[in-house]
């Protein structure tokens, strides 16, 4: 129960604080579509507990307050969070999202958290929180991302993705969730970092691009660790130049930009260089500095408006460009339920020729690289429904999928099919809680593995031996492409069905009879 840190006259609600309002049974991405074409807004508002900026109004023991010291009193959290309430009161039919950052409510002590508890059951349901964490620390994932998607309730997270996709993984378990990657920021201290190598600026300077800086490499590697429902960007930065050329690394990725505005800044040139083909796909800041101010209402109102309009003019610029979307040019005298599929993986360059090493330290003439598809809507749900197609006929209780080219597609068919996913680690870590197997399961459940091509066997098999250590059972492996070789047949003497979408010899029969490749290339795949 409360025990009456922040509770004033004003809080006759006051009651047993358990889990926060549900918020998680809609899609990060539809629930905040939906409030974005409600509002008419792409507006995000930080609702940051800063008492810096609490207003005059709300400040009547504010002199009681000072930080790091024990004068957080009760009184003063019922200050701010009277204000915090204001400003939700004031907004919500203006903006899209909410994003409170972590960091002032921890500033606040044990206090602030049961402040974060209480501001986020007053945020209309509808609305999506995005919880700014900008957290990096790989040992603890697995627990933030417990409170933050099933304590708190909120909808997405901030991370810093340089542990890779090691951190982000335990927070993709949650397929209703969503994180934002914080690629780029405007601090001028963090460009020897953001923009090496030196070249690269440059580059730019002298009118070239031919350098990419690391945070373009950034982008690229966070599009290939989850699908664009659960993986997005972050840019901090007022320069339309590196909103631009991110837009054009992530054409299909949410972005939420900051600092934009500041003294001499083209927020509206930002905006052109963020949006995506359609408009949209880009959530701008309210400045945080209004926060103070008396006619908030009116000052966001006003902002939601002009900002509308100058989406309304990137969407007409936009007009000619067409859909990303992949046709068929050839007719196959045999039939081929999978030919289209193939061809498409084709031409979207996953089959390349050349001497690649694999995963499995094998050297081959050529090398299948699935990581794009999920960048290709059009393609990953083709590949979701030939998935799906096998696992209907499975009997299972959760899907597994192999780190980590294969989790963004575990988790499109957790959605698809209604099931939950865990994850088996790639490696225990020597500390943090050490799991194996990331997610919630109970021994003796039937697990179906996922995972994205077969050549050995090994990552499939190191996967489902983890799962049975744990007293899951696992019958069936379920991949995209099987190279065959024997493979299936060394499964089932270890005691796994193998299923396979497509194989090897299906593939490049296929690719041959529609002039994809030649004889030269046929006989190497």
Not at 331 to 358: K, M, R, S, T
Not at 378 to 384: A, E, P, T
Request: aromatic share 8%; with cysteine.
């Amino acid at each position: 129960m409360l025990t009456g840190s922040i509770i004033n006259t004003n809080l006759q609600e006051a009651q047993i604080l358990g889990s926060c309002t549900k918020r998680d049974g809609v899609n990060f991405r539809d629930k905040l579509a939906a409030m974005s074409q409600q509002n008419q807004s792409c507006l995000w508002l930080g609702l940051d507990p800063n008492p810096e900026l609490l207003p005059s109004a709300f400040a009547s023991v504010a002199e009681e307050w000072q930080p790091g010291s024990s004068s957080v009193t009760p009184r003063v959290m019922a200050d701010l969070l009277d204000w915090l309430e204001w400003v939700i009161e004031q907004t919500q039919d203006q903006v899209c999202a909410y994003k409170p950052t972590l960091g002032f409510y921890l500033a606040l002590g044990t206090r602030g958290l049961e402040l974060l508890e209480w501001v986020l059951r007053r945020v209309p349901e509808g609305i999506p929180v995005i919880l700014d964490a900008k957290y990096a620390d790989l040992n603890s994932a697995t627990a933030l991302a417990q409170q933050a998607f099933e304590v708190w309730q909120v909808d997405a997270l901030t991370l810093n993705p340089y542990a890779g996709q090691d951190l982000v993984a335990p927070f993709l378990l949650y397929p209703h969730k969503a994180v934002f990657l914080l690629c780029r920021t405007s601090n001028p201290g963090a460009n020897a970092i953001q923009e090496y190598p030196a070249e690269a600026a440059a580059m730019r300077q002298g009118g070239t691009e031919e350098v990419d800086p690391l945070y373009l490499n950034v982008v690229r590697q966070c599009r290939s660790w989850g699908t664009p429902e659960q993986v997005a960007l972050e840019v901090g930065s007022p320069d339309p130049w590196v909103m631009r050329r991110i837009r054009a690394v992530a054409p299909e990725r949410l972005i939420l930009a900051r600092s934009l505005w500041g003294e001499g800044v083209d927020w509206q040139a930002c905006l052109g260089a963020g949006v995506d083909e359609h408009g949209e796909g880009l959530l701008l800041p309210v400045p945080q500095d209004w926060l103070s101010r008396p006619d908030l209402k009116e000052s966001v109102t006003s902002l939601r408006e002009r900002v509308e309009k100058a989406r309304s003019q990137a969407r007409r610029q936009n007009v000619e460009s067409v859909c990303d979307l992949w046709m068929p040019d050839v007719c196959l005298l045999q039939p081929d339920p999978h030919a289209d599929l193939i061809l498409e993986l084709y031409d979207l360059g996953c089959i390349l020729f050349g001497e690649y090493v694999q995963a499995s330290g094998q050297i081959l003439p050529y090398y299948i690289d699935l990581r794009t598809i999920i960048s290709k809507p059009q393609v990953f749900h083709h590949i979701l429904n030939a998935y799906a197609e096998i696992l209907e006929t499975l009997s299972f209780d959760r899907i597994a999928g192999i780190p980590y080219g294969s989790l963004p597609t575990a988790t499109g068919l957790s959605l698809r099919l209604n099931k939950p996913m865990i994850y088996p680690r790639k490696e225990v870590k020597a500390h943090g809680t050490r799991r194996q197997i990331e997610g919630f399961y109970q021994p003796g459940e039937t697990v179906v593995v996922v995972d994205d091509i077969l050549i050995t066997g090994r990552s499939a098999v190191e996967g489902a031996e983890k799962l049975r250590s744990a007293g899951l059972k696992v019958e069936d492996i379920v991949v995209l492409i099987d190279h065959e070789q024997g493979v299936r047949e060394r499964l089932q003497a270890q005691g796994y069905r193998s299923h396979a979408v497509l194989t090897l010899s299906e593939i490049k029969n296929t690719l041959f009879r529609a002039g994809r490749i030649d004889e030269a290339q046929f006989n190497l795949l």
